[in-house]
């Protein structure tokens, strides 16, 4: 007996590819379980017709030949377990999620997979300060600039911070530790994001505490070094900032200091009008993955996360 196959039928011969597509749009906004009640489907069922919506967009958009690229890690579990997504972020979307943790050899699949051609095509690479990226991507685009995401250097800046917090607190006793506790969220946030008591906090605070306020105000200036466009400006820049910890006592911002200057080059690229890329959409898409995996939180199924962080930036079609 022959099947007849039809096109109008999903992978799931129960329903149509229409309605697939309708679950699909669907299940970009709202999670399996609220929608699989509301159609009175199977939680699986849902998630399946999901899957195949997310795999024909993926089909649509095409093969990447990606020229700018940008590279992070992705901790999907407890336990330091991780994967690693590149996006084109001309086109602004995510193009490979892969490898077995965040090591040279699982980034070294990604430009087996796009070859060896397309891989001498890509002119940036835009990535954290992790080594094993940069040996990979040196390895297979040479031609390739580095450039070192701002983001994650402010972040290990912020890390810097809260651990001259955390010395100040061990320090001090009585009243003025009251000053201190609780105020890693104001201290570590952008000025203009605190609002009412958190902002009169911070400024209690950095009255109150002569070696947080240095810390904080040097935090606050650096972010001006991706403002320049001539490195030399830059460089005169970082080495005045790194002059103002003379005498200050902040061992963890030394320790940044000396990070950046071993690390100078991947930052200083930015400074080249053709790397002036957007950084934002760097972090904004990794804030989107971040709510995706809020939304999957205990979900087992890895390729469903794998099409989700794929998919999270195309079109509705």
């Keep these: 007996m022959k099947r007849e196959g039809l096109e109008w039928l999903a992978d799931n011969p129960f329903y149509t590819r ?45 093969t990447p030949a990606p020229k700018v690229i940008g590279i992070d890690e992705l901790s999907i579990r407890k336990g330091h377990t991780y994967r690693i997504v590149v996006s084109d972020l001309e086109r602004r979307r995510p193009i490979w999620f892969g490898g077995k943790d965040r090591s040279e050899a699982s980034l070294d699949e990604f430009y087996r997979l796009l070859g060896e ?79 009412g008591p958190a902002r009169k906090n911070l400024k209690l605070l950095l009255a109150a505490n002569k070696r947080l306020n240095t810390a904080y105000l040097l935090k606050e200036s650096f972010g001006q070094l991706w403002d320049y466009s001539s490195e030399a400006w830059a460089r005169k820049f970082f080495e005045n900032w790194r002059a103002q910890l003379k005498w200050q006592r ?14 100078w080059d991947g930052l200083a690229a930015y400074c080249r009008p053709e790397n002036k890329i957007s950084l934002g959409f760097v972090e904004g898409l990794n804030n989107k993955i971040r709510v995706l995996q809020r939304r999957a939180y205990g979900l087992r199924d890895e390729e469903y996360l794998r099409l989700k962080v794929l998919t999270c930036m195309l079109p509705k079609h």
């Design 18 to 62: 229409r309605f697939a597509t309708y679950v699909g749009r669907r299940c970009r906004t709202e999670t399996i379980k609220d929608l699989a009640t509301e159609l009175a489907l199977d939680w699986d069922t849902v998630k399946e017709l999901d899957k195949q919506y997310m795999r024909a967009q993926l089909q649509r958009v095409g």
């Design 250 to 263: 902040l061992a963890p911002y030394e320790r940044f200091a000396e990070m950046i200057e071993r690390h």
């Design 117 to 195: 051609k397309k891989a001498k095509q890509i002119r940036l690479a835009v990535m954290d300060m992790w080594k094993p990226f940069r040996n990979s991507t040196a390895r297979h685009a040479p031609q390739a600039a580095i450039l070192f995401d701002k983001f994650h250097v402010i972040r290990h800046l912020g890390e810097a911070l809260d651990k001259v917090r955390k010395s100040e607190y061990a320090r001090l006793d009585g009243r003025a530790r009251t000053f201190i506790k609780g105020q890693k969220y104001a201290l570590l946030s952008h000025p203009q994001n605190l609002k």
